[in-house]
């Protein structure tokens, strides 16, 4: 095994990074040794802890360690463990090297915290993700004496160093050759006293002026890093530094980030912009669709050397390997690129899809001077892509490669909003502060604010998700626009620092686009005006596409999105509505627009108002549903449905809502209008929200008529008085292989549809229905379109590494006996395995049902096994199943797909029922009473598909191992049973007794596992 290299500054660095801007992050740690920051490293208590897991509810302290710092001196610590009142779990031993014997004796909690506030005395507390250090403190008593500054550096760092991709303090430690992090508290303490000052000289190589400014937005709030900025800003540490070539290198002296005093600069964000993106200009590519005739695609030979180990992708891997699933995936890509065809290909585990796909598809985008685009579900797969895929192949393609990621309006900083934010009033009204101060919130969006204008003034391009921004304080709409509230032209960083519009500009000149399903719908949506010009798309798991495409395009009324649009509108006292008033109050011509607004706010009044009856009275039809303790009512609204009394009130107050949102929405578009004519600046904020309700207006308008037969109609609504609020009606297109036929194909010359599950055995039809293939009509270049399919099984020895089980004795899963049954199968299958089991279930009455059974039992036996709660933090939960080798889940929807744990964190997935949607469920329903084969052409495969998926949860390497147990004896019973077996990657399947289970996997692992 190769010895890993250590990390560096350089490799932190984000793409795009501009090599001035890298300058001085690289000599950082020979400044930290020169530079004097005062105060600032004065009396500071430097802190980490140790818990025994990361529910602020159910876990503990187990150690905590503090250092106080002078200058780059240590002055004294303080370090122990904490007795806590429970076991440590095994993975917080494994993780931290603490065991039960060294909290032994120890002090407990309280006694503990008392200690650490007699050390601290009330100094100022640094602490590396704060919040988690904080809140573990100040829930023992008495932990609110330790200290009431706390400054987090985690997202201190944020704003310090926004040019790297990672600020893990183990990462920083290691790129800034500060002292090793290794989970314990002391040694964390340490590694972060060393990036303490690598952050303070993060902060004073900011732009010119910029601390100042920061230092000195909204004075009315307690904000724990504004003294730091502050300090910095009037004292200018660096001003001492020797900066002539000689003593640091040209590249550093020619720095522009080098800090001046605020008296002597301001900070522009308009020069910031424009520095950073005017080395990022390219050539506008060429629109594909007219130039169709002579468009070429690299030849076969071309594709087959470059999958070899003398090729291109032999340069990216080492000790590549030439397989044939991969080059007959490439060789498929070439040829619907070459013919304009469509294609769509199943591509089993290891067989390389992204390369597959990507290596023809840069050819033909660079041979051919055009865009092509790659659309994909999951955020792992774009930033996998954008981070490692194509940057590599960029690296052996001659000439490189231009590729960037595209998102939606709201994942990009609005740089008008940011700095308007700085000084205007920030939105607390949109937040709950039921249980948190308002200062503690606005001290988030102060940090939002901080953070987003240090990335950008170094970040010549990228979005919101990378940021760690707390979402939960700050609203969205604080930092983001939306089309209708975008000024474009008339916003002066439209030209040269805009990051929607700058990416959307620049992705015109590159040769791929990465971005998500739902922009490419939107796209679609928006007859493909929000995108570049592009004819070629690879769709990347696409099994789920159509799905999405069903949830893009769905219209929606929901007391939820009501509420929100009419806080963030208010009235003339709050809200847009009051900013836009004050911000045109004086001007010569303020008279019609404040008309309007008073008009506007009086009519919005009478909205919120309708608004209250109709959603009351979508309770009142939500009574029509059958009871249900386990799930919220859902109603498919049929004509039976639109014949009861209940429909007629709630159509009855839904005219009223409807025609009080016309009037609102009516004066204040109108208003809006009037305010831009008397003040070219006035505030757009009221866009936003109105084209939410224009939206809610015109989904009210179409369910309520129910007239449109391309869609399904239906009502959720809670049934506990907690979620009151969350009603919604609903309208969701029926057909969306009809939708994309009609309104994005025509268009397209290639469109490359890929995943590892998209047939059923070798049939694709499920799949081109789905999306519409088979119905694409043929093109003025073709007497007939071709659509091609092509199934490549795994790379991975499925038959060998992978046994499919089922227990054929156990009842039907409709049947009373079926759950004890079940349970004492679960139970075998446990403890045959020895943990690491994921049970996967179609409803929570089920899981709930099973989880209460089994847990008891297997916690007697020493085994472990958690359940997925209601609202329950879905990453949190994968996180954990995966650190613990030993822990076993049962698990709902969110587990079925897209959930990755290779190795002995996974050897076992068992499904208690074949996943077939729920009867009840309004599509289901609308299918069959229009189609008396719906089940067999939808329910039947969307279920084989869905089992193939969570199958392919188990085998995710060529090393993995494991089992799959299908407890449902329908597979042996009814016809349809064989086509879920044949579906399966793996032939070895066994038929065997439920009291046989545990002595056969035990016979399995024996045989199969080292």
């Not at 929901?558 to 709050?574: E, I, N, P």
């Not at 609903?730 to 590892?756: F, N, Q, R, T």
Request: glycine share 4%; aromatic share 8%.
């Amino acid at each position: 095994m190769a010895q890993q290299l250590p990390v560096t500054v350089d490799d932190l660095f984000l793409p795009e990074t501009p090599e001035f801007i890298k300058a001085p992050y690289r000599n950082l740690v020979h400044e930290a040794a020169l530079v004097d920051f005062g105060p600032l490293e004065e009396d500071i208590i430097v802190l980490d802890t140790e818990t025994t897991g990361l529910s602020f509810r159910e876990c503990e302290l187990i150690e905590i360690a503090a250092q106080r710092i002078s200058g780059r001196e240590v002055v004294d610590r303080f370090e122990t463990f904490v007795a806590p009142k429970g076991e440590i779990p095994q993975e917080i031993t494994a993780l931290t090297g603490i065991t039960n014997e060294h909290v032994k004796g120890a002090p407990a909690a309280k006694r503990a915290v008392a200690q650490l506030a007699d050390f601290v005395a009330g100094s100022p507390v640094v602490a590396h993700n704060a919040i988690f250090d904080r809140t573990f403190i100040e829930n023992v008593q008495g932990g609110y004496r330790v200290s009431t500054n706390w400054i987090d550096s985690l997202a201190l760092s944020r704003i310090a160093l926004p040019a790297l991709k990672s600020h893990r303090l183990a990462t920083l430690a290691e790129a800034f050759q500060c002292n090793p992090v290794s989970h314990r508290a002391m040694a964390d303490v340490e590694a972060l006293s060393g990036i303490w000052r690598i952050l303070l000289l993060g902060i004073a190589h900011m732009p010119a002026g910029l601390a100042a400014q920061l230092a000195a937005m909204h004075p009315e709030v307690q904000w724990p890093y504004r003294q730091l900025f502050s300090y910095i800003a009037e004292n200018n540490p660096l001003a001492s530094l020797d900066r002539s070539p000689a003593a640091q290198g040209a590249s550093l002296s020619a720095a522009p980030f080098a800090p001046v005093s605020a008296e002597s600069a301001e900070f522009s964000l308009l020069k910031t912009r424009k520095a950073l993106i005017e080395a990022l200009h390219g050539e506008v590519k060429d629109n594909a669709a007219e130039k169709i005739c002579s468009l070429t695609a690299p030849s076969a030979a071309e594709v087959e050397a470059a999958f070899s180990g003398e090729g291109a992708l032999g340069e990216i891997f080492e000790a590549f390997e030439q397989r044939a699933e991969q080059v007959e995936f490439a060789q498929a890509v070439r040829d619907a690129l070459d013919s304009s065809s469509h294609l769509a290909v199943e591509a089993g585990t290891g067989v390389g899809k992204s390369m597959a796909y990507l290596y023809p598809l840069a050819r033909f985008a660079k041979d051919n001077h055009v865009t092509c685009g790659v659309a994909t579900k999951t955020n792992v797969l774009t930033d996998q892509l954008i981070s490692q895929e194509l940057p590599a192949l960029s690296q052996v393609l001659p000439g490189g490669l231009r590729f960037m990621a595209l998102k939606g309006y709201d994942h990009y900083p609005c740089l008008r909003k940011i700095v308007r934010a700085m000084d205007g009033d920030l939105p607390l009204h949109l937040v709950d502060t039921s249980k948190r101060s308002e200062n503690t919130v606005a001290a988030d969006m102060l940090t939002a604010i901080a953070v987003n204008l240090a990335a950008v003034s170094q970040m010549p391009e990228g979005d919101l998700d990378s940021l760690g921004v707390r979402w939960r304080n700050v609203p969205r709409s604080m930092i983001t626009t939306t089309p209708e509230e975008c000024l474009h032209g008339r916003c002066p960083f439209f030209t040269e620092g805009c990051l929607l519009h700058g990416a959307r500009r620049r992705a015109a000149s590159a040769d791929i686009v990465v971005t998500n399903h739902s922009l490419l719908l939107l796209n679609v949506a928006a007859e493909n005006r929000l995108l570049p010009p592009m004819a070629h798309w690879v769709v990347d798991e696409a099994h789920s596409f159509a799905d999405e495409a069903r949830r893009q395009w769905a219209l929606s009324v929901s007391a939820a999105d009501a509420r929100q649009a009419f806080a963030a509108l208010g009235s003339s006292k709050t809200g847009a509505i009051h900013t836009l008033m004050n911000q045109i109050a004086g001007t010569e011509a303020a008279a019609l627009p404040q008309r309007l607004l008073v008009k506007g706010a009086a009519a919005l009044d009478r909205a919120q108002v309708a608004s209250a009856n109709f959603f009351d009275d979508m309770l009142l039809l939500a009574t029509l549903a059958p009871a249900n303790a386990y799930e919220d009512a859902t109603i498919w609204i049929n004509p039976d449905v639109r014949q009861t009394e209940q429909w007629s009130q709630l159509a009855e107050s839904g005219e009223i809502f409807a025609k009080a949102l016309e009037e609102a929405l009516r004066f204040l578009r109108e208003a809006q209008v009037a305010a831009t004519e008397a003040l070219p600046s006035a505030s757009r904020e009221m866009m936003r929200p109105l084209d939410s309700l224009s939206r809610l207006f015109d989904s009210l308008r179409i369910i309520l008529a129910g007239t449109d037969s391309s869609y399904v109609y239906y009502l959720e609504a809670p049934r506990t008085k907690a979620k009151r609020g969350q009603e919604r009606l609903a309208a969701e297109k029926l057909d969306i292989g009809e939708e994309l036929a009609s309104h994005w194909y025509p268009d397209m010359l290639s469109v490359i549809y890929c995943s590892a599950t998209l047939a059923i055995g070798n049939n694709f039809d499920h799949f081109m229905e789905n999306v519409g293939l088979d119905r694409v009509m043929t093109s003025p270049t073709q007497e007939k379109p071709q659509i091609k399919t092509l199934r490549l099984p795994s790379c991975y020895d499925f038959d060998d590494h992978m046994a499919v089980v089922v227990p054929h004795d156990l009842p039907d899963p409709y049947s009373r006996d079926y759950t004890p049954r079940l349970v004492d199968a679960l139970y075998d299958i446990h403890i045959a395995m020895g943990g690491s089991v994921l049970t996967l279930f179609t409803n929570r009455r089920d899981l709930e049902r099973v989880n209460s059974l089994l847990a008891p039992r297997l916690k007697e036996a020493g085994l472990e096994v958690a359940y997925q709660m209601r609202n329950s933090n879905i990453q949190r939960l994968r996180s954990r199943f995966i650190d613990d080798k030993e822990l076993s889940l049962l698990a709902l929807k969110s587990f079925w797909e897209g959930f990755d744990a290779a190795g002995d964190t996974l050897r076992c997935v068992v499904i208690p029922k074949l996943p077939f949607a729920n009867p009840n469920d309004p599509l289901v329903r609308e299918r069959e009473a229009r189609d008396r084969r719906a089940w067999w052409r939808y329910s039947l495969p969307e279920a084989v598909l869905a089992v193939k998926q969570a199958a392919g949860r188990l085998i995710r390497t060529s090393t993995d191992k494991g089992l799959l147990i299908l407890c449902d004896q329908r597979l042996m019973t009814k016809r349809y049973g064989r086509t879920f077996i044949n579906a399966l990657p793996s032939a070895n399947v066994s038929t065997i007794s439920s009291a046989n289970l545990g002595e056969f996997i035990e016979s399995w692992r024996r045989q199969h596992e080292d």
